[in-house]
């Protein structure tokens, strides 16, 4: 049940920020900012460094918000699932699918999101167990790309990373997807420390995709 209640979160949220940052402090900095304009999905990276400190840190922070789940991303291989997953991530994102890391994620019933770029590798992916694919890089294809995916693979929940933005992030959504991962388009504001600037970026994100999404029903 616990798997199933964070990937609920996660759809329902519709917006994941993958945080990279130059610093642990940076990292709760812009983790905070995204939260407070209502990004409740938050995925630190593990090219940041201390990510497993960034991570047990926010879970502490969060521990009593029910709807802020927090994952790590940039996770390469089953060991460093283990460190993000002892360190609270209650999901894992990998740039590329990897077999040890599916089983792992899957013995501890932690969502695992791999990224893939051809039918082949989702495929790969949903017998290994995967239940949301994150189609990476994004703005290699863009939101048409979902409905070819989706023409023989309707069962698949796609997260896109890499080419999402606020002017196409409704499409995204429209075309299927059933969250999208937002990084540099998000986060630019904290090169010169303007996290309010984030928070209201996160804010029109999480309209755009909620309006996106109510469309559809």
Request: net charge negative; aromatic share 6%; hydrophobic share 45%.
């Amino acid at each position: 049940m616990k798997k199933l209640k964070i990937l609920t979160q996660i759809s329902h949220s519709g917006v994941v920020a993958v945080v990279r940052a130059d610093s642990k402090e940076v990292a709760l900095h812009i983790s905070e900012a995204c939260v407070e304009g209502g990004i409740t999905g938050i995925e630190v990276t593990f090219t940041v460094e201390g990510a497993d400190d960034v991570i047990k840190e926010l879970s502490s922070i969060y521990r009593n918000h029910a709807e802020v789940v927090i994952g790590a991303g940039t996770v390469l291989d089953a060991t460093t699932a283990r460190i993000a997953i002892l360190a609270g991530a209650q999901f894992v994102v990998s740039p590329s699918f990897d077999e040890e890391t599916a089983k792992l994620c899957n013995l501890y019933q932690i969502p695992y999101m791999p990224g893939c770029m051809t039918i082949t590798e989702m495929k790969r992916a949903l017998e290994a167990g995967v239940d949301i694919v994150k189609l990476f890089p994004g703005n290699a294809f863009g939101p048409d790309f979902i409905k070819v995916v989706k023409a023989p693979l309707p069962q698949v929940n796609i997260m896109p990373t890499g080419g999402v933005t606020l002017e196409n992030v409704d499409q995204w959504i429209k075309n299927g997807c059933v969250a999208v991962g937002v990084g540099g388009n998000l986060l630019a504001p904290a090169k010169t420390g303007d996290y309010g600037k984030i928070t209201e970026l996160a804010r029109q994100y999480v309209q755009k995709v909620q309006e996106a999404k109510g469309a559809l029903i």
